[in-house]
C-alpha cells in the first residue's frame, strides 16, 4: 500500500538553529501537506503544497513539492521553543490522507 | 467558533467489548473523516461519511463501523476489540472546499486502551 517514509525520526536542536525534514513516497501524489501535532492535540496543518516543483513559505516555515511528485521537505529556520512537537507529511490520495510517521522536534534551549 | 468536538477523551475497555467514539465537526463543515494513530505512528484512515453515509474507506476491518447524522456529527463503532485497537482515535472535518485542499481540522482524539 501507500507509504511515507520521513526522516529524520527525531531532532534534538539548540534554540535558534534551523531545521531540515523530508518526506519520501512509493506513490504519486498531486497534493503534500505538512501538519504538526503538539501533546494531547489533533494535527494542525502548517504548509499545503500543490504543484509539483512549488516552494511555499508560512512565516519562519518554508515547503516544497518535489519535482517527481513522490517527495517534499520542510524546513523551519530561526527556531523557537513552540516550535516543538511532532511534523507530518501527508499526501492526498483522493478523500483520505496518507500520513508519514512522523518528525519529533526537541529544542534545547 | 467551536472546532471539532470528540468524546469521550480517554476510556479504557477491555478485549471482546464494543466502543462508540463521538464527533461534532467544526461549523460550516458537512464531512467527517476518522483516523486511527498508534503510538509513535501517523494517523490511518479509517472512513469518511458525507451525506450521511461512507465515501471512502480505509485498510479497517468490518469491525470498524461508523454513522453520520443530520447534523453532521458522526460516531465511529468498534466490535469485539482487541490489544491492537488501542490507539488515539481522532476526527477531522472538512467542508466542500477544504476537502478537495487536503485542510483538515482535527479533534483532540479519544484516547482507547484495551485491557
Known amino acids: 500500500g501507500q507509504q511515507l517514509n520521513q526522516s529524520p525520526q527525531s531532532m534534538f536542536i539548540q534554540e535558534g538553529e534551523d531545521v531540515s525534514m523530508n518526506c519520501t513516497s512509493s506513490?504519486?501524489?498531486?497534493?503534500w501537506l505538512w501538519y504538526k501535532q503538539d501533546p494531547g492535540e489533533g494535527p494542525v496543518l502548517l504548509i499545503a503544497l500543490y504543484k509539483a516543483g512549488e516552494l511555499t513559505s508560512n512565516g519562519r516555515l518554508t515547503a516544497q513539492f518535489g519535482i517527481t511528485r513522490k517527495d517534499s521537505f520542510l524546513n523551519i529556520s530561526a527556531s523557537i521553543p513552540s516550535d516543538v512537537g511532532i511534523y507530518f507529511c501527508?499526501?492526498?490520495?483522493?478523500?483520505?490522507?496518507?500520513f508519514g510517521q512522523g518528525t519529533r522536534l526537541t529544542i534545547n534551549p | 467558533d467551536a472546532g471539532v468536538t470528540q468524546s469521550p477523551t480517554h476510556l479504557i475497555k477491555t478485549r471482546g467489548q464494543q466502543v462508540t467514539l463521538r464527533c461534532s465537526p467544526k461549523?460550516?463543515?458537512?464531512?467527517v473523516s476518522w483516523y486511527q494513530q498508534a503510538l509513535g505512528q501517523g494517523p490511518q484512515f479509517i472512513f469518511q461519511y458525507y451525506e450521511e453515509e461512507e465515501r471512502q474507506r480505509g485498510n479497517f476491518p468490518d469491525r470498524f463501523s461508523g454513522h453520520q447524522f443530520p447534523n453532521y456529527s458522526s460516531e465511529l463503532n468498534v466490535n469485539a476489540l482487541l490489544l491492537g485497537d488501542s490507539a488515539l482515535y481522532l476526527c477531522a472535518s472538512s467542508n466542500g472546499v477544504t476537502q478537495y485542499t487536503g485542510e483538515l481540522f482535527f479533534g483532540e482524539g479519544s484516547r482507547l486502551t484495551v485491557l
Open positions: 501527508a499526501g492526498q490520495d483522493v478523500q483520505k490522507l496518507v
Open positions: 506513490s504519486i501524489f498531486n497534493t
Open positions: 461549523s460550516g463543515h458537512d464531512t
